[in-house]
């Protein structure tokens, strides 16, 4: 197990002998932060050390602009996509260290483990990877936080955009687990409701190498596109061998969720002119530009908007503890609902009660090469899609939370 420690102090010599006064409403005297995510996996590249780095830099930032009189601690580990090591990695860190907020968990499953824990051990977590709206809605809980987007937000950019474009009839493929199948139900409703029909589906395996015999049955059914409900190294591999076997461009593919680490790893001759739904593009404006090359100078890849999210919600999460002067997990909750979020990711954003972040989401077309004028200049945003339409509205929720 893949583990790592990161510790700072933001109490300033001259609070030394006041022995930083806030500490003590904060337990054991510092705020701890878990960085659970894929290192080493299908989601590394999306997720990863990148989301440790952006974890990072955002406690660097906090203390430098914040000035917090606390200390402030960072672990990290590789949960391998395993809901069983993600709880009990995360179990371990809140019993043994004292972890206050587990945070990133990429993939589903890993995220609605952790989310039990949290709730049983009364401690914050904060989800920028995970996808599927059951978080926000049967599994939701009041110390869960989910962050940067999920499979309502994208599909409802990408295949609304793809249908009404023409793409009338589907066929999906799709991860089998609890993401994927979020995804094509999503994803699903969307078709239907702007005039499209869903031909049928199949599930690959998670994660997935070959996927050969599954895109010769979406070839067989002679669906117009191919909705691929997966993400990660499973969605790069499915358009290369699609590609490989001649389905494309015959029949075209549709990315459900793509990152901008995908087209940089297939390449715009592969992706031109693809649709995808993002929450974060970092050449969007000057304000997402000069963080995004401070990230790029550390790991050399431009970020993901789970990286982006990852800092923008860590952040959060420091202020409304300096804000609440305690890191007791209900005054922080309620303080972190309260705040908009007003940064580089997003512009009055706002956590309701069932736990999901709202904010603009954008719909992007990859550009053709010959339109690219500088590395990782790959995305025309096509159109902003504003915080009331890109999410499920809370009068469609299933979250207990929520009272009607």
């Not at 993939?107 to 009364?122: C, N, P, Q």
């Not at 914050?124 to 709206?133: F, H, K, W």
């Not at 002119?273 to 100078?297: I, V």
């Not at 339109?371 to 504003?386: F, G, V």
Request: aromatic share 8%; charged share 20%.
């Amino acid at each position: 197990m893949l583990s790592r420690k990161f510790t700072t102090t933001a109490c300033a010599a001259a609070l030394a002998a006041l022995s930083c006064g806030a500490q003590a409403q904060i337990s054991g005297g510092s705020v701890k932060i878990g960085v659970l995510t894929d290192l080493s996996g299908t989601y590394s590249d999306l997720a990863g050390s990148g989301a440790v780095l952006a974890t990072k830099m955002a406690i660097d930032d906090f203390i430098a602009n914040e000035k917090p009189n606390f200390k402030i601690e960072m672990v990290s580990a590789d949960h391998q996509n395993k809901a069983d090591i993600a709880s009990n990695k995360a179990r371990e860190w809140i019993e043994r260290e004292g972890v206050d907020t587990v945070t990133e968990l990429v993939t589903t499953s890993t995220a609605l483990a952790v989310m039990k824990v949290a709730k049983e051990k009364d401690r914050v977590v904060i989800m920028n990877g995970p996808a599927s709206t059951p978080i926000t809605n049967e599994q939701c809980n009041d110390v869960s936080v989910h962050y940067t987007y999920d499979t309502y937000s994208v599909a409802n950019g990408t295949a609304k955009a793809v249908t009404t474009g023409g793409g009338k009839s589907w066929f999906f493929l799709t991860a089998d687990y609890a993401f994927g199948q979020a995804l094509e139900k999503d994803a699903t409703a969307v078709v239907i409701a702007n005039g499209g029909k869903v031909v049928g589906s199949v599930r690959h395996p998670f994660p997935g190498s070959d996927f050969s015999s599954f895109l010769l049955k979406a070839q067989a059914s002679g669906a117009q596109v191919i909705g691929l409900a997966n993400a990660g190294a499973d969605t790069t591999n499915a358009i290369k061998q699609a590609a490989e076997f001649g389905i494309t461009p015959k029949q075209s593919l549709a990315g459900l969720l793509m990152f901008i680490t995908d087209i940089h790893a297939l390449g715009l001759k592969s992706t031109q002119g693809m649709y995808l739904t993002e929450g974060f593009y970092w050449d969007r404006n000057d304000e997402t530009r000069a963080w995004s090359k401070r990230f790029f100078e550390k790991q050399k890849k431009m970020p993901t908007m789970v990286q982006a999210g990852q800092y923008s919600s860590i952040y959060h999460y420091l202020k409304a503890v300096k804000a609440s002067g305690t890191d007791d997990t209900t005054k922080v909750m309620a303080m972190m609902r309260k705040t908009p979020i007003n940064d580089f990711f997003a512009k009055n954003g706002q956590i309701r009660d069932d736990g999901r972040m709202v904010h603009d989401m954008y719909l992007m077309q990859v550009k053709k090469p010959a339109d690219s004028k500088y590395p990782w200049d790959y995305y025309t945003i096509k159109a902003t899609i504003p915080a009331a339409e890109a999410f499920q509205p809370l009068s469609q929720s299933r979250c207990p939370l929520i009272k009607k």
